[in-house]
């Protein structure tokens, strides 16, 4: 039997194109990238982000503290919605 390589190394296609063409390409091309007004407006930071973050610091010093308690039901009531009203 006899087993043929079909993935030999020695048989590149791309071996034979000309050099000088793919360089000109990566000269001639550049890569741009604009960003719509929208797009700023949502990158900048906002009321909310800083109220959510100072409630995080909030909930983080109460759990090292130990002062934080969850509330079993209420935990199970956000889930049964969860899964409920989907």
Do not use: C
């Not at 048989?11 to 960003?35: C, F, M, T, W």
């Not at 009321?47 to 039901?73: C, D, M, N, T």
Request: no cysteine.
């Amino acid at each position: 039997m006899k087993i043929t390589p079909y993935n030999r190394p020695d048989l590149n296609p791309y071996k034979h194109q000309p050099q000088q063409a793919g360089q000109e390409l990566r000269k001639s091309a550049a890569d741009q990238v604009e960003i719509s007004e929208a797009a700023k407006k949502l990158q900048q930071s906002s009321k909310w982000e800083a109220e959510r973050k100072a409630r995080v610091e909030q909930l983080k010093l109460h759990i090292q503290s130990g002062e934080y308690k969850v509330h079993p039901k209420a935990v199970a009531e956000g889930i049964a919605k969860y899964f409920t009203e989907k």
